[in-house]
């Protein structure tokens, strides 16, 4: 299975996240900012497979923390996650670095689905951003 480093400032989604990505067998690292993750990276030198940051944090957020390991550590697949219609806007500038953005609110199934596919390659699904705003 996969290492994967999370930056997730809220300890409830951070916990939900871990716990899921634990149970699917992956060896899962956490953090509570994108400071924080950045540092980690560092200190483990890249040596992970993914990384799975929220964008909306203190400190960095996911789109620095994005920029900051794509530019080190470019083996790394990136996959962010928001709640946040405007952060999800920014994050679609970075389309060459993430494999995607996990919009939350997000089910078990669902997040499951996604770092399978971004640790397969599978291409993504292209979704308009006006049915993503539809959509519950």
């Known amino acids: 299975m996969a290492r994967i480093l999370v930056a997730e400032d809220d ?15 992956h060896d899962v690292v956490a953090e509570e900012d994108g400071g924080l993750a950045a540092e980690t990276v560092d200190a483990e030198g890249g040596r992970f497979d993914l990384l799975l940051s929220d964008i909306k944090m203190p400190i960095m957020d996911g ?3 994005a920029l900051d390991v794509a530019a080190k550590y470019p083996d790394i697949i990136i996959v962010l996650m928001t709640g946040f219609a405007d952060q999800r806007e920014r994050a ?8 995607d953005v996990i919009v939350k609110p997000f089910t078990l199934a669902e ?7 971004a640790l397969a390659g599978k291409p993504v699904e292209v979704v308009s951003l006006a049915r993503q705003a539809r959509e519950p």
Request: hydrophobic fraction near 60%.
């Open 92 to 99: 679609h500038g970075l389309d060459a670095l993430i494999y």
């Open 11 to 25: 300890p409830s989604v951070r916990a939900f996240v871990v716990s899921a990505l634990t149970m699917k067998g």
């Open 111 to 117: 997040l499951l689905a996604k770092i399978d596919d």
């Open 63 to 65: 789109i620095a923390l």
